[in-house]
């Protein structure tokens, strides 16, 4: 079998799994900033491998300020909720096969 663990994930988004995770937030170093012999497409690189988002425009100090600011930021590791009061979205009956397939093991 192949890597599920996207569709692990839809799945506990969609509330489908019941299994709890500690709701820990754990922050990255706040010392980290990048090289600063990386040139534009490596800081661009890297905006991308960390999910940060940015501009081909920006100029690397506003790339270096970006990723600055994102590595201090707190990481939560808890599964994505619904904002309250709202109820998630119904999972269509193509995903929902692919769920269950997935869940009997």
Do not use: H, N
Not at 39 to 54: I, N, P, T
Not at 55 to 67: N, V
């Amino acid at each position: 079998g192949g890597d599920a663990s996207f569709l692990q994930a839809v799945a506990e988004f969609y509330g489908e799994r019941e299994e709890e995770e500690d709701e820990e937030v754990e922050a990255a170093p706040p010392s980290w900033e990048p090289p600063a012999e990386w040139d534009k497409a490596r800081l661009q690189e890297e905006c991308s491998r960390r999910g940060v988002a940015f501009r081909k425009s920006w100029t690397k100090a506003q790339l270096r300020q970006a990723l600055t600011a994102a590595a201090r930021a707190p990481v939560s590791r808890s599964r994505a909720r619904p904002p309250q009061g709202r109820k998630p979205p119904k999972m269509s009956r193509a995903a929902r096969q692919i769920v269950d397939s997935m869940t009997q093991r």
